[in-house]
């Protein structure tokens, strides 16, 4: 996107993936970081997390995929953000054709949001 700004069609799009993929990212951090008590222990557990986050990227990528990865690959939030990503260079591009890719990555956030509230009201007993 950096080097593409000029091309950008939609940055409303561009606003709303980057909001999107800032608060799944904020949402895994404090995940991680209110699971574990030391730094050690977040930073060996923090490579689970990017490497499911960057594997269907990688994955998409090679082609030639069985139809049960492909049909689910889509559902995953980064295959989502890249959608949106993609979709605000297009000159077809509306918020109603955004809608369900930022449904993904919402849908992806709220539990983990969810879960660190329940983390943190846990430890505060």
Known sequence: L?????????????ALAVLAGALL?????LLIGSSFETAQQVGAWSMIPIVLLMAPIMLMMMGNLPSLLESVLPWTPTIALANLFLLSFSGSATLVRALPDLVVVLAWSLPLYTAVI???RRSDR
């Open 25 to 29: 990212a904020v949402g895994v951090g």
């Open 2 to 14: 950096a080097f593409n700004y000029s091309n950008v069609v939609s940055w409303a799009i561009v």
């Open 118 to 120: 329940w983390i943190v």
